[in-house]
């Protein structure tokens, strides 16, 4: 940090109590340091790609404070939504305020609070769209980086982390460009679909000096009661199977450090440790078509069974496929999908990632069908290594015919906050500022 920031740059707490961070629901946990961040959690706590259960209150909060940030291993409510920026940064100073002032934002948003009370005669502080008293309901707020970012800034193209790429088309895309890429990608997910687009407000209106809106995309993820026994389930996508079958266990401390989180042991700039690489698929899915298909024929496809979640020689949701005893692709197809996208193989371990996605309904195409599909999302600590080998595998697999990629990109998770003094991005700003002469 710059002797001007700590001296001239308005500190974390002043802000907090001018933009009423103290006060109302969140301001006893505003400092408190993240047990899901630090990989701990609660006792029992949900899985990723577990639906909802509908039983999140308004009033629940993931602290901010952590080594890394919310919105990963976070488990996930049932809204969602991704939209990207142009930042307009020029210099370090410049994307260090802009850095300081989203995490400012950010903290309030997600700890919620009491909107403070201007002059009647100015415009208002909020969007007033969740009242006088904000409730944070399980919002979490995501930042990461696109390789623009850096590419566009000969200050920052030292300092890119060594994977991080533009999404290329694979050869089933038709990509448009107005839906992909982006300097920055702000991950939002929470109890409700109002909780995302005011925070999405708040930062469109606090920020207007340092961010570009570009894209959005909403998703959202079925309700589904927990049952008696109190266990849950994987959602369902709309294509109607269950959408987290075989997910990485984002409860496992030591299995999300070899497969999300980026350690001292990968080759990554230092300032990147604690991130992880963000892939986003903006996936339309051709569901006239796939419900004109047979039963059967979906299940081979996907390699499961569509009402239990089953691998098809087996009998639950959690069973392994045992690919060693249907060499031939006898019960699983060869290239069903999840054998394509798992082979189970010891090669294919350093394969995967976790994923976190969600469903999206955005109205009617002029050719009169649902444009309908999915929001992928995944995290992985070797982008080549994750998506980006998963899905060369999964080129030209039979599930293509149903569905169309058509936006999204690749961005790198900033590490998390650790403490109240800290910032997001503060050290991409510290390793900037070493090579780069920073105004003092």
């Given amino acids: 940090m710059t002797k001007m920031a700590r001296n001239n740059g308005t500190s974390l707490g002043r802000r907090r109590l001018i933009l009423g961070l103290g006060a109302g629901l969140g301001g006893s946990v505003v400092a408190r340091v993240s047990p899901a961040a630090e990989g701990q959690g609660p006792a029992h706590p949900p899985h990723v790609a577990d639906a909802p259960t509908g039983h999140e209150a308004r009033q629940d909060a993931w602290p901010f404070y952590g080594k890394v940030q919310q919105g990963v291993v976070t488990p996930r409510p049932a809204s969602g939504m991704v939209a990207a920026f142009s930042v307009l940064a020029k210099t370090p100073k410049d994307l ?34 969740l009242g006088p008293l ?6 979490t707020i995501t930042v990461s980086l696109g390789s623009s970012l850096f ?68 998703g959202n993820v079925p309700v589904v009661p927990p049952k008696p026994d109190g266990s849950t389930e994987s959602a369902r996508n709309f294509l109607g199977f269950r959408d987290g079958s075989a997910n990485p266990d984002s409860n496992d401390v030591d299995l999300m450090a070899e497969t999300v989180w980026v350690g001292a042991e990968r080759d990554e700039p230092e300032w990147a440790r604690n991130g992880t690489y963000q892939a986003v698929r903006i996936i339309r899915n051709f569901v006239e078509r796939w419900d004109r298909t047979p039963l059967r024929e979906q299940e081979r496809i996907i390699g499961r069974n569509k009402a239990s979640g089953a691998p098809l020689d087996g009998g639950t949701e959690a069973d392994v496929p045992a690919y060693d005893k249907d060499p031939d692709g006898k019960i699983t197809p060869l290239d069903a999908h999840i054998r394509l996208a798992n082979p189970r193989t010891p090669e294919s371990r350093k394969n995967l990632m976790l994923r976190r996605p969600f469903n999206y309904s955005n109205g009617v195409t002029k050719s009169g069908q649902l444009d309908q599909g999915l929001l992928f999302i995944s995290f992985q600590a070797d982008l080549e290594e994750g998506f980006i080998a998963v899905q060369r595998r999964l080129d030209g697999e039979p599930l293509e015919e149903y569905l169309k990629p058509v936006g999204g990109g690749y961005f790198y998770v900033l590490p998390g906050a650790p403490m109240p003094d800290n910032y997001l991005g503060e050290t991409l700003i510290r390793a900037a500022c070493r090579t780069t002469a920073c105004p003092t």
Avoid: Y
């Avoid at 904000?134 to 919002?139: G, Q």
């Avoid at 088309?169 to 038709?174: C, I, P």
């Avoid at 990509?175 to 679909?193: E, K, R, V, W, Y």
């Fill in 96 to 129: 260090e305020a802009m850095f300081r002032l989203l995490t400012e934002r950010i903290l309030f948003l997600t700890q919620g609070g009491a909107v403070p009370e201007l002059d009647p005669r100015l415009p208002p502080p909020d969007s007033g769209i």
């Fill in 134 to 139: 904000i409730a944070p309901a399980n919002l």
């Fill in 151 to 218: 590419d566009d800034r000969e200050w920052l193209t030292p300092h890119k982390p060594k994977r991080l790429q533009r999404m290329t088309k694979f050869r089933n895309d038709a990509l448009s460009a107005d839906i992909c890429h982006g300097d920055m990608l702000l991950q939002f997910c929470a109890n409700t679909p109002d909780t995302n687009i005011h925070a999405l407000r708040d930062i469109l209106k606090t920020m207007s000096a340092h961010l570009v809106l570009r894209w959005k995309q909403e």
